[in-house]
Every structure is written in structure tokens, then in C-alpha cells.
């Protein structure tokens, strides 16, 4: 027979963290709402959904029958989360802060303010599964069952403490089965779409964002062969692989020197800072976007220490199938990795994380991915040294 618990659950407006508070409560549990404030610069914003997101949570609460709290956690959230994202921006990284926030706020800060609730346990609707090992002693983080909606990928930092007082409901579930029991039951946001995109820029265009809070350094953009097609407003507004924005759709002399046809989209290959280049190359699969290894730093084991070397698999992006790769070395700050097939647009500041089967094993921050190709002599690649590994980075940072 299953234990009861006190479970404080983070209601944050949307369908999935609802349903889970519904299906602990129907468990016995004894269970309290809380809604998390992160973001407050511009909550009257058209692009801020804070003030809907905190009514829809309150709706849920009444129905389901629970206690809910409004906590700020805004100043943690600057301090831990934001500051830490203009930083590997300023750097010309890409940092993704989800994981960030999920770290250093969802299961830390909102972790603490449950414990101070006389909480046994903490509940979220990420689409995860946590199990307890007899033979190991340790507490697993594994995908849910929802191959379209797994989110371990953004919990793969969390720790044994964590994850021993963390409880995902939904994980258990399809998102289509989800959105049936939410109707059923009557929830007002049975319906409501799921938010996208980072949680404090909400559907407003990044660029016009970041505006705000980075400053513009143009610079020159060159592809492959050196040569210079145009201009970049800036380094920290682009990623490896953006095909958008670019400002270079025209020219059409250029890619028909190439032979790749007038018409082939041009794509990011790489962000020199100090030199503030910006290196574009013409079509998906050139070589310079196909990395067949790559180099992470800042790692994070969910067992407190690192697996052994050999052969796992690993995601280089959240929406990316598992690509099968070896674990050449691995240490508690970082790890070294080759994959079977090249992985495209493998992005310093984006994270590598581990999976053995359907246990998520941890990751860390990309620093480095070498190219299936080097550069021709005309573009010389900065290059970086890890011991006598030579690695040509995607991005010099």
C-alpha cells in the first residue's frame, strides 16, 4: 500500500501541471497549490501571460478542490537564471535558461519554500519518471512514456536530493490521455495551448528582445570560401544553424560560384567572437554544420558521479531523436563525445545529455564540436586544445 504524503504541487496554469494535482489528490495525498511568479519586468506586456497564467492556476485550484499560493520567486530567478543567459549570449553562446530554471528555481528555490510548508514532496507536470533502485540505492530519472512530450532532457540536472522528493504524475501518461482526463473532469484550461519558448521572452520576436538588453556589434558575415557577403548586427543574435534572418537571401552570385545553385539556403556554421565574424555556409548538409564529436563542460550526474566510459546515447537539442555515441571520457566537470553518425548544428551553450536506454543519466554544456571537414586555408579556424585532443569548435568562446 502506497504512503501518503504532503505534496506541494506547482500549478502554473497549464493543463498537465492541473491533472497532476487532480490525479494526486484522487491517490490520498494531501496536496497544495503553489503558483510561481519568475518574471515581472514587464507583466502588463502583451507577450507576458503571467497575470492569465495565474488565474487559470487559481480556476484549476477551486475545481480540484486545493489551497493555491502566488510566490514570487522573480529576484531568484534574475540572480540564478537570467543574468546567467545575457552572460552566454554576451559570449556568442546560445544558453537554454529552461534547464537553468528547472535547476536553480523549480526544484530548488519553489523546493525549499515547499519544505517550509511541512512538504513530504514536491510535484510538476514535466512529462518524467522518477524510480527508486533496490540494487543501487539511487533515485533514476527516466523519459516518460509520451515520446512526443518527454521533458527529461530539461530535468537532467537535478540530483539525488531532488529527485527523492520529486513526484511527475503525468509522466506516467500521453499528452492525448492528459487532455482527456482534464476534460472530463471539468478543468477550465482542459483546452489551453501549450506555452512555447523560453518562459520570460513568451511568443514576443527574440531579437527584439534581446535588444533590450545586449548591445548591437556588427560585423561582417563571410561564407566558407572567406569571402564577404554582408553583415551581421551582432554575434549574440544568431545560432549555429539559423537559416532566418539572415539578411543574405540575395545574393546569388555567390552561391552560384559554389555550385550548390542560386537558390540553396544559407545557414550559420560558426560565430568567431574575437575577430566578431560571422561564418555562413550554403545548404543543410555542409560540412561545417556536421559534427562527429563534441566536448562538454559544467556537467551534472544524476547518480553524483559519472558512468563509465562505453556506448550510450545522446540528445544535442530537446527535439532530437537519440543518436547512438560513445562516451570516450567523462569526469565530474566534463565529458568528451563521438557519435556513429555526425550530429548537425551541435551548439556551445546548448546542452549534451546522456541516456542509457530510457534512464537519463545527465549532461553538460557544450563547449566545442569539431567539423567532418576542415576549413579551407582561407578561413582559419581558431582552435582550442584539451590535453593532445585538437578540436575546432563550432563557436570560439
Known amino acids: 500500500m502506497s504512503s501518503k504524503h504532503r ?12 491533472v497532476s494535482a487532480w490525479l494526486l489528490k484522487q491517490q490520498g495525498h494531501e496536496v ?20 492569465q497564467d495565474w488565474l487559470d492556476a487559481a480556476s484549476v485550484a477551486d475545481v480540484i478542490g486545493i489551497d493555491i499560493e502566488h510566490v514570487n520567486f522573480a529576484a531568484e530567478y534574475k540572480d540564478r537564471v537570467f543574468a546567467e543567459f545575457l ?13 537553468l530554471c528547472n535547476a536553480e528555481i523549480k526544484f530548488k528555490a519553489f523546493l525549499d519554500h515547499a519544505m517550509r510548508l511541512g512538504a513530504e514532496k514536491i510535484a510538476t507536470g514535466h512529462y518524467a519518471r522518477v524510480r527508486h533502485n533496490p540494487a543501487t540505492g539511487l533515485h533514476e530519472l527516466l523519459k516518460g512514456l509520451d515520446p512526443l512530450k518527454d521533458q527529461s532532457y530539461f530535468l537532467h540536472r537535478l540530483s539525488q536530493a531532488q529527485l527523492a522528493r520529486t513526484m511527475f504524475p503525468v509522466g506516467e501518461l500521453l499528452k492525448t490521455e492528459v487532455r482527456r482526463i ?29 535588444n533590450r538588453y545586449i548591445q548591437k556589434a556588427p560585423g561582417p558575415i563571410r561564407d566558407d570560401r572567406g569571402r564577404e557577403i554582408g553583415q551581421h548586427v551582432g554575434l549574440s543574435f544568431y545560432t549555429l544553424g539559423q537559416r532566418q534572418g539572415l539578411g543574405i537571401g540575395g545574393v546569388k552570385e555567390v552561391g552560384a560560384a559554389k555550385g550548390g545553385g542560386e537558390h540553396a539556403p544559407w545557414f550559420v556554421a560558426r560565430k568567431d567572437v574575437p575577430g566578431n565574424t560571422l561564418w555562413v555556409v550554403q545548404g543543410h548538409d555542409h560540412p561545417w ?21 562505453g556506448v550510450y546515447a545522446a540528445k544535442t537539442r530537446y527535439r532530437q531523436a537519440d543518436a547512438a555515441c560513445t562516451l570516450v ?27 542509457d536506454g530510457e534512464v537519463c543519466l545527465g549532461g553538460g554544456v557544450i563547449h566545442g564540436a569539431s567539423a567532418t571537414r576542415q576549413p579551407v586555408p582561407s578561413v582559419p579556424p581558431v582552435a582550442m586544445r584539451r590535453g593532445r585532443r585538437r578540436v575546432v569548435p563550432s563557436s570560439n568562446a
Do not use: H
Open 7 to 18: 505534496v506541494v504541487v506547482g500549478l502554473s496554469g497549464g493543463v498537465d501541471s492541473a
Open 32 to 51: 497544495i497549490g503553489i503558483f510561481m511568479k519568475n518574471w515581472e519586468d514587464d507583466d502588463d506586456s502583451e507577450y507576458c501571460s503571467s497575470r
Open 87 to 99: 552572460r552566454e549570449y554576451q559570449a556568442g553562446r546560445t544558453p537554454n535558461p529552461d534547464i
Open 182 to 210: 482534464a476534460t472530463e473532469i471539468g478543468l477550465p484550461n482542459a483546452k489551453k495551448k501549450d506555452s512555447t519558448g523560453i518562459c520570460f521572452i513568451g511568443e514576443r520576436p527574440f531579437r527584439e528582445f534581446l
Open 289 to 309: 554544420l556536421l559534427s562527429p564529436e563534441l566536448e562538454a563542460q559544467d556537467a551534472s550526474w544524476v547518480a553524483g558521479e559519472p558512468p563509465a566510459p
Open 329 to 355: 571520457t567523462a569526469g565530474p566537470s566534463g565529458f568528451a563525445l563521438t557519435f556513429e553518425e555526425p550530429q548537425w548544428a551541435v551548439t556551445p551553450g546548448q546542452s549534451a545529455v546522456l541516456y
